[in-house]
């Protein structure tokens, strides 16, 4: 089915927040029609992912969403900065180690490792290996937001399987525990909804945080690469741009910059529940709408331009600060640890589904001239 593509910012505000006409139902349904093989392939795992937090409405929204919102105050994202800084070290202090030896890819050394810990010391849920946990969640996004014809299908449920699986035993061991599936079981959700809830959380916690990271790193070492017929001044100041973001509001401007052009999240879908209308626009009941979160604020909009990359109103991200806390640290961090770099190789693939995207690789090599 087509959508209506709604881009103008204060037009998105609206629909979102007019949450008796516009319903996130078709937020989590997959973009193209899956075919009968891979339905059965889900089918045999009792593959459901019945409405419970992104794509549901009402009081059991309202009560989920608090619950899940305890692992994720303000207090408590405040109080993992220090953890943040500490993986982010580790992993530049290898990623520096190998730069001597030629580029490296900040995507695969650095950006993958540090959100699945944080994600997971903060719900005490455990995550799988994390090559195993990429996977799932890569392969659930293109499965769910891609277009992939019947025969990838195929092996993208296959995946999603494994993951639902996992995430039933998962739920299962919970029982009685303090962790975010046990106080899930503990207030009376059915284990499908908790592997419901628990299916795009687990990936929404990390992949689409290491998604930001990825294209926050890029331009900002993009930013600062002046290319090679450039003189010795201009790539000195040009390099010095990227060192800059080692400033704590250096990083936090430039994190809330790429939020604001080019989000990991940067549509998401609603349906009209009635025919009715926004700004002149009529929408017949049952109209699929994709709201642009990103791209499209005016230069004037200013500071907070960039929060609507994490939603508005009811259904805004419950991990938006932890996901803009992460991504600055880990800019700030690599721009003090490796403040002389440029990228290399050709440009990199970007993953483009519906509501994602995001450079797949940032292959960085150490400056040879211009170097802070």
């Not at 193209?32 to 392939?41: D, F, G, I, M, Q």
């Not at 001597?100 to 900040?106: A, K, S, Y």
């Not at 993953?351 to 995207?357: D, E, K, P």
Request: proline share 6%; aromatic share 6%.
């Amino acid at each position: 089915m087509s959508h209506t593509v709604i881009g103008e910012p204060s037009q998105v505000r609206e629909i979102m927040r007019r949450t008796d006409d516009f319903a996130p139902t078709n937020a989590l349904t997959s973009v193209v029609s899956l075919a009968p093989a891979t339905l059965r392939v889900l089918s045999r795992v009792r593959f459901a992912l019945p409405p419970v937090l992104a794509s549901a409405t009402g009081e059991q929204h309202r009560a989920v969403r608090s619950m899940v919102g305890r692992f994720f105050t303000p207090a408590t994202v405040a109080g993992v900065g220090p953890r943040v800084r500490e993986l982010a070290r580790v992993r530049l202090a290898a990623a520096g180690t190998a730069l001597e030896r030629g580029p490296v890819d900040l995507a695969e050394t650095v950006a993958r490792h540090i959100p699945p810990i944080v994600m997971a010391e903060l719900t005490g849920q455990p995550t799988p290996e994390l090559d195993v946990l990429k996977r799932w969640s890569q392969d659930s996004l293109e499965l769910f937001w891609g277009w992939p014809d019947p025969d990838r299908q195929l092996v993208l449920a296959s995946s999603a399987a494994e993951f639902y699986v996992w995430l039933r035993r998962e739920a299962a061991a919970a029982r009685g525990t303090g962790s975010l599936f046990g106080v899930l079981d503990a207030a009376g959700l059915a284990p499908a909804e908790v592997c419901s809830l628990g299916y795009f959380l687990v990936i929404a916690g990390q992949e689409t945080t290491s998604q930001l990271i990825n294209t926050a790193l890029f331009r900002g070492i993009e930013f600062s690469c002046a290319g090679p017929a450039a003189s010795e001044s201009v790539a000195s100041e040009s390099a010095g741009r990227w060192a800059a973001l080692a400033n704590p509001e250096a990083a936090r401007a430039h994190v809330r910059r790429v939020l604001a052009t080019e989000s990991s999240v940067h549509t998401w879908r609603r349906a009209a529940l009635r025919d009715t209308c926004v700004a002149g626009t009529a929408f017949p009941a049952g109209a699929e709408i994709l709201l642009e979160l990103t791209g499209r604020h005016p230069d004037e909009a200013g500071p907070t331009a960039y929060s609507l990359a994490f939603g508005h109103g009811l259904h805004r991200c419950l991990g938006a600060k932890l996901a803009e806390l992460e991504t600055a640290l880990v800019v700030e961090e690599t721009a003090r640890a490796l403040p002389a770099l440029t990228l290399v190789g050709e440009q990199p693939q970007w993953l483009r589904l519906l509501s994602f995207q995001a450079p797949l690789t940032v292959t960085v090599a150490k400056q040879t001239r211009g170097a802070p």
